[in-house]
């Protein structure tokens, strides 16, 4: 039971345009949700998160959505730069004196100069 | 860098064997999550520890085990290993148990 999706595998966009990662989930419990990204040979990255009472949060190029009506979540790039070429992960939990992450499968994101 | 150091990076090893992962956290991080990454499962949350104690649990085999230390670095033991244990896993940390994750570089694991 995938309770977190990412539809897309991959997205391929040009530099210094708007990359527009999308995220889905099920559980509508899951009160808080996060972004990773991830190089090959690496960890993943915390890059933004945003609580269930916030419908947005910003951090400079970043802004997620959440629009829990639709149980969706996006992330926005602006604008795009070929360092931001790496797997992205939407991740959500349930707070309740633990936080267990449930991870989407990635988005795969490319960014062309 | 995110503070979180995990040993070894890669680890090879035959089935029916025993391993340990090891993980430090950052400075100040009083909790750690264990997750496993495989290629048709995606990264999956395993088990979590606060200070030293056993705080959620997830899709964790039994062949599994898991313990924090007092100096709060964590070892993921694996035992009986079949191939399909083959995964990175990662080990996390946080300051406390509702804060952002921040994760180690993983451990590779082959499981020949």
């Known amino acids: 039971d995938q309770q977190v999706k990412q539809n897309s595998p991959s997205l391929s966009v040009q530099e210094g345009r708007i990359s527009i990662l999308n995220c889905d989930y099920t559980?509508?419990?899951?009160?808080?949700f996060l972004w990773y990204k991830k190089y090959p040979a690496e960890g993943p990255t915390f890059l933004i998160s945003?609580?269930?009472?916030?419908d947005k949060n910003e951090d400079g190029r970043f802004t997620v959505f959440l629009n829990k009506s639709a149980k969706h979540l996006s992330l926005h790039i602006v604008p795009s730069q070929p360092g931001d070429s790496a797997v992205y992960f939407c991740?959500?939990?349930?707070?309740?004196?633990?936080?267990?992450?449930?991870f989407g499968q990635g988005t795969r994101l490319t960014i062309n100069p | 860098d995110s503070g979180v150091t995990q040993t070894p990076k890669h680890l090879i090893t035959a089935t029916g064997q025993r391993v340990t992962l090891r993980c430090s956290p950052r400075?100040?991080?009083?909790?750690v999550y264990w997750y496993q990454q495989s290629l048709d499962q995606g990264l999956q949350f395993l088990i979590q520890?606060?200070?030293?104690?056993?705080?959620a649990k997830g899709n964790i085999l039994e062949r599994f085990s898991a313990q924090q230390f007092p100096d709060l670095h964590s070892e993921l033991n694996l035992s009986s290993l079949e191939l399909g244990d083959s995964a990175l896993y990662f080990c996390?940390?946080?300051?406390?148990?509702?804060?952002?994750?921040?994760f180690g570089p993983g451990t590779r694991l082959t499981v020949l």
């Open positions: 996390a940390s946080s300051k406390q148990v509702t804060d952002t994750q921040y």
């Open positions: 559980n509508s419990m899951f009160d808080y």
């Open positions: 945003i609580s269930s009472i916030k």
């Open positions: 991740a959500a939990s349930v707070i309740q004196g633990a936080q267990k992450l449930v």
């Open positions: 400075s100040g991080d009083l909790s």
């Open positions: 520890y606060y200070n030293g104690e056993e705080r």
